[in-house]
Nanobody
Framework: QVQLVESGGGLVQPGGSLRLSCAAS????????MSWYRQAPGKERELVAA????????NYADSVKGRFTISRDTAKNTVYLQMNSLKPDDTAVYYC???????????WGKGSLVTVSS
């Protein structure tokens, strides 16, 4: 059974940092591209960051470039999102996604809430 379990969300002050984790199981983690998406209240879900199946390439939304870093640990079947210099606009539910090379298989976690507020 495929599972993606996010953790690490919470309340943080503007300018602070958080690290999200997504633990994967039930599929061959190393062969899947991994991404983080987020959905703020009243807005559509948007791509935040992605990392290729073997971690050779990454890409980021313009709004988080220079502040967020995506990484993966194949030994732990886990993908991370390090978030620095957080802003109130980063407040959202953050979702982990796994997608195979063909794009036919795509799995989602249940999300982790990040709230940036003073």
């Amino acid at each position: 059974q495929v599972q993606l379990v996010e953790s690490g969300g919470g309340l943080v002050q503007p300018g602070g940092s958080l690290r999200l984790s997504c633990a994967a199981s039930g599929f061959t983690f190393s062969t899947y591209a991994m991404s983080w998406y987020r959905q703020a209240p009243g807005k559509e879900r948007e791509l935040v960051a992605a990392i290729s199946s073997f971690g050779r390439s990454t890409n980021y939304a313009d709004s988080v470039k220079g502040r967020f870093t995506i990484s993966r640990d194949t030994a732990k079947n886990t993908v991370y999102l390090q978030m620095n210099s957080l802003k109130p606009d980063d407040t959202a539910v953050y979702y982990c996604n796994a997608r195979d090379g063909s794009g036919r298989r795509s799995y989602w976690g249940k999300g982790s809430l990040v709230t940036v507020s003073s």
